[in-house]
């Protein structure tokens, strides 16, 4: 027998087909109009908003609402939650690929050792992606692993990187797959940069363009920094946005 889905990812399923029809920042009715559309409580609406701004289909603006975001040619995401890129592409109605993917190990410099609080000349792993979204270059990410940290070292984890599987998943997430060491939450930093040489060719930018740059210290359950990661975005075709709330 078929297992029945929760209520909240039959309503979730349902929302998103009917954003499909709606424009780019049209507001979605209240939470109270919602639970007498669907018949049900504000606790399971809540939950499938929280679905979609996950998956990067409605952005919530406190004391305003919840809106549409489906801006033509641009990918839109928050950054309260950890979700991997190729999803929050695809979420966006675009297709994802991986078009640049080089793994190697080097000693730690001062700064790469200092954000994963290990001795400076440890070995790292390195991770360089280049993700797409519709055969555009949207982010460049370079990820440093805590490789001393991981079981079987550097060697074990740069196989691990080879492998096609790895390339479907979010590197937090292959911790976890592979390694049983899953990460909890990230620390993130923002910050705006002029692109290098490197980075103009791997986004097909201009060397001296604006491009964001998102810092993140990915720790698991004991606190321990096991990532630290330097996302450069293409803000032409990646949109991030941050949910704040007044205290």
């Known amino acids: 027998m078929e297992k029945r889905k929760p209520l909240y990812e039959i309503i979730y399923s349902k929302i998103k087909e009917e954003l499909q029809h709606m424009p780019d920042g049209s507001q979605l009715p209240s939470i109270d109009r919602l639970c007498e559309d669907f018949g049900a409580s504000k606790t399971v609406l809540r939950e499938a908003i929280t679905a979609l701004e996950k998956d990067g289909l409605v952005v919530r603006r406190q004391g305003l609402g919840t809106f549409v975001v489906k801006e033509s040619g641009v990918v839109h995401t928050g950054i309260e939650y950890l979700r991997g890129l190729n999803r929050i592409i695809s979420s966006s109605g ?13 000693p730690a410099e001062k700064e790469i050792a200092m954000r994963l609080e290990r001795p400076i000349g440890e070995t790292v792993v390195i991770a360089e992606r280049t993700y797409e979204a519709d055969g555009i270059p949207a982010i460049f990410a370079r990820t440093y692993f805590a490789a001393e940290l991981i079981d079987g070292g550097a060697e074990k984890l740069l196989s691990v990187l080879k492998t096609p599987q790895s390339q479907a998943l979010t590197l937090f997430d292959l911790l976890e797959a592979f390694f049983q060491n899953p990460i909890k939450y990230a620390i993130a930093e923002i910050e705006s940069e002029n692109v290098d040489s490197e980075i103009a060719e791997r986004l097909h930018m201009k060397q001296g363009d604006s491009i964001v740059l998102l810092k993140e210290v990915h720790r698991n ?5 096991l990532l630290y990661s330097e996302d450069y975005i293409n803000t032409k075709i990646f949109r991030i946005h941050v949910l704040r709330k007044k205290i």
């Open 94 to 106: 675009k297709s994802p690929k991986l078009s640049f993917d080089h793994n190697f190990s080097k």
């Open 221 to 225: 359950h004991h606190n321990t920094a």
